[in-house]
Nanobody, 116 residues
Framework: QVQLVESGGGLVQAGGSLSLSCTTSGSISAFLVMGWYRQSPGKQRELVAARGSAGIPNYADSVKGRFTISRDNDKRTVHLQMNNLKPEDTAVYYC??????????WGRGTQVTVTS
């Protein structure tokens, strides 16, 4: 069974940086798309960043220029580097993977809190 495990969340002041990692239990090459979603209280889960196996990264407008997604196939890990964090970035961040057969996988989430 494929598992996605996030790490790296925490508490940071506005303007600071955090790096999230998502490690898969299987080969990352089995995923067509891997990415990060986030959900704040009372809001719907939204796409933050995603990257196909050989494609151009896709970012939410709210994080463009501040967040960077990368894939390390050898380490079976997807990273999300978050710079210049804002209080509105506070959310639970979920790792997401979609296989070539369109099966979706989710991590349990990691909390990111940005204080003003």
């Amino acid at each position: 069974q494929v598992q996605l495990v996030e790490s790296g969340g925490g508490l940071v002041q506005a303007g600071g940086s955090l790096s999230l990692s998502c490690t898969t239990s299987g080969s990352i090459s089995a995923f067509l798309v891997m990415g990060w979603y986030r959900q704040s209280p009372g809001k719907q889960r939204e796409l933050v960043a995603a990257r196909g196996s050989a494609g151009i990264p896709n970012y939410a407008d709210s994080v463009k220029g501040r967040f960077t997604i990368s894939r390390d196939n050898d380490k079976r890990t997807v990273h999300l580097q978050m710079n210049n964090l804002k209080p509105e970035d506070t959310a639970v961040y979920y790792c997401y993977g979609q296989s070539f057969s369109s099966v979706q996988y989710w991590g349990r989430g990691t909390q990111v809190t940005v204080t003003s």
